[in-house]
């Protein structure tokens, strides 16, 4: 999977270079916050622990076809919340909480529709998360100390990224959510379940068009 997720960051880049030598090239900036949460399924349903994120960007508006037009973006993102585990099958549970921060590439095919003086696109596109450090704590659901744990996550991660964007004057507001694909967890036990990362992001940001 590394060695996907190496030819997939270099193909992205290969793509955006040969795009952006035929097209005109929009550069811009956004930064937002995010409901960042880890989810997971418990006892046949889905549970998820959240907490705040936060992420900034620089991304391209690259034309190439009528409305539609290549979006990519490098982002540093702070994400993370909570997981459940249970190590003695039932005798206790534990809560995990994680804060992590990341560079996240994403590339993403947007169609533009023009409103008046509004430019409003809908996108999506893959993304990959590369993971740089993280904070953690483990806690007993009950009485008892807190307990070492599940310190560690998978350094990297691919997931599927889509959104809605206003724009008027340059200006643009814009809403995407980011749901990884591979379990965050480093060393999970077999009867465990997957946890999965999932953002859902509103920013503010500015094209130099």
């Known amino acids: 999977m ?10 992205g880049l ?8 035929s097209a005109k090239v929009y550069w811009g900036a956004r930064s937002g916050v995010a409901r ?10 889905y549970w998820s622990g959240s907490c705040v994120g936060y992420s900034a960007a620089v991304l391209a508006d690259i034309p190439f076809h009528g409305r539609f037009s290549f979006r990519p973006e490098v982002a540093l993102v702070y994400q993370g919340g909570s997981f459940l585990s249970d190590p003695i099958d039932g005798l206790y549970m ?13 590339f993403n095919l947007a169609f533009n529709i023009p409103i008046s003086d509004v430019k409003m696109a809908v996108y ?7 993971h740089l450090w993280n904070n953690t704590s483990t806690k007993k659901i009950g009485e008892g100390p807190p307990l070492p744990t599940e310190k560690n ?9 889509a959104g809605i964007s206003v724009e008027y004057k ?3 507001f814009s809403i ?7 379990d965050r967890r480093s060393d999970k036990p077999e009867n465990e379940s997957p946890v999965y990362q999932n953002n859902l992001t509103f920013s503010l940001g500015y094209f130099f068009r």
């Not at 534990?94 to 994403?106: A, E, N, Q």
Request: contains cysteine; hydrophobic residues 40%; charged residues 15%.
């Open 153 to 161: 996550l998978k350094p990297f991660d691919v997931g599927i990224n």
């Open 2 to 11: 590394k060695g996907i997720g190496k030819t997939g960051w270099i193909i």
């Open 14 to 21: 290969l793509t955006v270079l040969s795009v952006s030598v």
């Open 170 to 172: 340059c200006v643009f």
């Open 176 to 182: 995407n959510t980011l749901s990884g694909t591979l």
């Open 124 to 130: 999506g596109g893959p993304a990959c998360d590369f």
């Open 94 to 106: 534990l809560r995990h909480k994680i804060g992590s921060y990341s560079l996240t590439p994403s």
């Open 36 to 45: 960042s949460s880890l989810v997971q399924k418990v006892d046949l349903a």
